[in-house]
């Protein structure tokens, strides 16, 4: 079950794991990027590892800590493509990965520059 009340907070340039076992048709854990000391844009990196014979995750975000989510990228990790690089991203906002199609759980990591 996803945790909806505190986002994991991804610190500059070190791995998080996100979603340990995540799943289709429950959206995953929130998480916020921890803002740049020089005020820059930046990226991030979404990987996702495990049973990935089949995967349709989106990218959702919100702007008023969780209570509504908007899709900012349809299908953005596939089996075909677990890895994917989402820039710039917004330090503060929540951001979530809905898994919409797949077969076997999934573990979700996440970075930022």
């Not at 610190?11 to 020089?38: E, H, K, L, W, Y």
């Not at 349709?56 to 509504?68: K, R, W």
Request: net charge negative.
């Amino acid at each position: 079950m996803a945790n909806i009340n505190t986002p994991t907070v991804i610190p500059n340039n070190i791995a998080a794991i996100i979603d340990p076992a995540g799943a289709t048709g429950t959206p995953g854990n929130p998480f916020v990027f921890q803002p740049d000391s020089t005020s820059a844009d930046f990226s991030a990196l979404l990987l996702a590892t495990g049973t990935l014979t089949s995967l349709s995750g989106d990218v959702e975000v919100s702007l008023n800590a969780g209570t509504t989510w908007t899709k900012i990228n349809v299908a953005f990790l596939t089996a075909a493509a677990p890895a994917k690089v989402l820039t710039p991203v917004i330090a503060n906002a929540w951001y979530r990965v809905n898994a919409t199609a797949g077969a076997g759980p999934y573990v979700l990591t996440v970075i930022s520059n």
